[in-house]
């Protein structure tokens, strides 16, 4: 089982990779955890349909499962916010859980990790990832 980590290096990537991705690993019934700045009321209201929102210090923790109309809503937005951040998602973190295998987008999905990912998985994130060998910082440690 490998780790994979993704750190965004070109702002300008399109998120076409990170739908991809959250398609191949995050799937209906998976453990699940969106976190949100308390300020993102917007967001908030959205992540509260697939789990229970907890207000922490700053943030706003929304815990639950996976559902089919939210893998829907991660496959299909494009209208995220990318006038300040090169955002992939309006979530600021995005935690499922399957198993050992933990998936965490994190910063607006310009970062990501992966643990406990399998030959399999790793090979589909390598081939995803190939054409954009400049645009990231990429480690996948065994």
Known sequence: ?????????????????????????VKVGDELEIRCWKEETAEIQQASLYGKPVS??????IKGTVTTKLLAELSADESVDRSVYNKMTKYFTINSKNGQRKFSSAHYGTEMYIDEASEDDTAFFSKIMEQYDDCFSISIEE
């Open 1 to 25: 089982m490998s780790q994979i980590q993704v750190q965004m290096i070109d702002n300008t990537v399109s998120s076409d990779w990170w739908r991809k991705l959250v398609q191949h690993f």
């Open 56 to 61: 922490e210090k700053h943030e706003v923790s």
